[in-house]
């Protein structure tokens, strides 16, 4: 069955720094891949998804992930970090089987912001 | 506005007590799908619908029951609550089952079970 492993349960970055979060997924084939945000009561909101063509994909907020097949990854990275940007962070694969589009999470990063 | 909305959000019952949390979307959506979020386990898919009367099983969907008698509800079903239960759901709607769809997330039902 397909996984998704977040390795970093906290991360503690300060304001105005880089951040990289890390995300593997065990698949034999390259699936559909989303980073989602999690605010501190709220839903969850998407980020940016990669499907297939250019590795490096950009998403809301100053966001980009970047895929790297032969790695399985899909690691999330932001230049400089706002205080705003402190939230629980999820990777997610889709893999199409006759259940439509399941999505599969990590267990999830929370990034804490220090100013 | 588009929006998926779950009601109650916040909601403390007792074992054995049945409950139903609704959910809704006003996007005209196919696909809809119900998550429970406990810590350190992310988020667990519990019964999706791939569209009106088509209902199926996801990952951990022992407790619960759906129905899916009209597009836009997707009601989540607990007929005999356990403490095991107690966690935090999320409903979620895509347009459609391709997985290049996004899925939409409501803001989530706190329940905890007594």
């Known amino acids: 069955a397909q996984s998704v492993t977040q390795p970093d349960i906290h991360i503690t970055v300060s304001e105005g720094a880089s951040l990289e979060l890390r995300c593997n997924y065990s698949?034999?084939?390259?699936?559909?891949l989303f980073w989602y945000v999690q605010s501190p009561g709220q839903g969850l909101q998407l980020l940016l998804k990669?499907?297939?063509?250019?590795?490096l994909v950009q998403g809301i907020k100053g966001f980009e992930a970047e895929f790297k097949r032969s790695q399985s990854s899909f690691n999330l990275r932001k230049p400089s970090v706002h205080w705003s940007d402190a939230a629980e962070y999820f990777c997610?694969?889709?893999?199409?089987?006759?259940?439509?589009?399941?999505?599969?999470f990590g267990t999830g990063t929370q990034l804490k912001v220090e100013l | 506005e588009a929006q998926v909305t779950q009601n109650p959000r916040y909601l403390i019952t007792v074992t054995g007590k049945k409950l139903t949390v609704t959910c809704s979307q006003n996007?005209?959506?196919?696909?809809m799908s119900w998550y429970r979020q406990d810590p350190g386990l992310g988020l667990r898919q519990i019964y999706y619908?791939?569209?009106?009367?088509?209902?199926d099983k996801g990952d951990v969907p022992e407790g619960y029951k759906v129905s899916r008698k009209e597009k836009r509800n997707f009601p989540l079903i607990l007929e005999s609550p356990s403490p095991n239960q107690t966690s935090l759901y999320f409903c979620?709607?895509?347009?459609?089952?391709?997985?290049?769809?996004?899925?939409?997330f409501g803001p989530g039902t706190r329940l905890t079970v007594l």
């Open positions: 996007m005209n959506h196919e696909y």
């Open positions: 619908s791939m569209n009106v009367e088509v209902t």
């Open positions: 979620a709607s895509s347009l459609g089952t391709g997985g290049y769809n996004e899925q939409f």
């Open positions: 997610a694969v889709v893999i199409l089987t006759g259940g439509g589009n399941k999505l599969t």
């Open positions: 698949y034999g084939a390259t699936p559909y």
């Open positions: 990669y499907f297939s063509g250019d590795t």
